[in-house]
Nanobody, 126 residues
Framework: QVQLVESGGGLVQAGTSLRLSCAASGGTFSSYIMGWFRQTPGREREFQGRITRFGRDTYYADSVKGRLTISRDNAKNTVYLQMTNLKPEDTGVYYC???????????????????WGQGTQVTVSS
């Protein structure tokens, strides 16, 4: 079982950048597809993007393409979410999640992920 801990959130101004980190422990990190989700009050967790096991491929929600970049360092058991040109609507709690690969899964669906971090708050002021 893998444990995930996000960090790097905070209060930032619109137009700036922020990098979130998610450190994994307790499992073989490279075994997992890693995803990032955002949640706002009263709404379900919203897919932001994901990265394949060895970082070769990344996939993003259409709403964030061009502003978010996901990367991973398997030697450090860490996945990153680089956010640029932040907007107030990017505000929310950001979660990283790990998924055991399975061809039947739809990775934009939160239910496809097996492990979750506790989340880190990002607040973007206008």
């Amino acid at each position: 079982q893998v444990q995930l801990v996000e960090s790097g959130g905070g209060l930032v101004q619109a137009g700036t950048s922020l990098r979130l980190s998610c450190a994994a422990s307790g499992g073989t990190f490279s075994s997992y597809i890693m995803g990032w989700f955002r949640q706002t009050p009263g709404r379900e967790r919203e897919f932001q993007g994901r990265i394949t096991r060895f970082g070769r491929d990344t996939y993003y929600a259409d709403s964030v393409k061009g502003r978010l970049t996901i990367s991973r360092d398997n030697a450090k058991n860490t996945v990153y979410l680089q956010m640029t040109n932040l907007k107030p609507e990017d505000t929310g709690v950001y979660y990283c999640a790990a998924s055991i690969p399975d061809w039947r899964k739809t990775y934009a669906d939160p239910s496809s992920y097996d492990y979750w971090g506790q989340g880190t708050q990002v607040t973007v002021s206008s």
